[in-house]
C-alpha cells in the first residue's frame, strides 16, 4: 500500500460509488446477474453450491469494470463474483466515473 495516496484512495472509491449508483439504475440488472452467473467460473467450491437464480440485492454491489475495450465486467455481490461482458454498459460506468 506504499504507493497508494489518500487522494488515490478516495478517487477510487467515489468511482466505485458511482459505478454502484449506475449498476443500481439499470433496468433488468438481476436477469444479467443470473445470465452471468452460468458464464462465469465459481471462485470457490462453497460458491458453486449457492442458488444460482437468486439475485439477493441485501448485500453491497460492486461493479470492477475489468477490460474497457471487451465491455468485461466484474459484478461482486456478498461472497459472489460475476463476470458480464457489456461493452455499452463499461462505456457509461468509464464516463460516469470522469
Partial sequence: MAG????????RGSMA???AGVLSSVPGL????????????A????????DAGAADLSE?????VR????????L???TREVIVRN????GQLARAAR
Fill in 4 to 11: 497508494v495516496t489518500r487522494r488515490t484512495f478516495l478517487g
Fill in 43 to 50: 471462485a470457490d467450491a462453497s460458491i458453486a453450491g449457492a
Fill in 67 to 74: 477490460d474497457l475495450s471487451t465491455g468485461e465486467i466484474s
Fill in 30 to 41: 438481476s436477469s444479467l446477474l443470473s445470465a452471468g452467473e452460468a458464464e462465469a467460473p
Fill in 60 to 64: 453491497p454491489l460492486v461493479a470492477h
Fill in 87 to 90: 461493452p455499452q454498459l463499461a
Fill in 76 to 78: 461482486f455481490n456478498g
Fill in 17 to 19: 460509488v458511482a459505478a
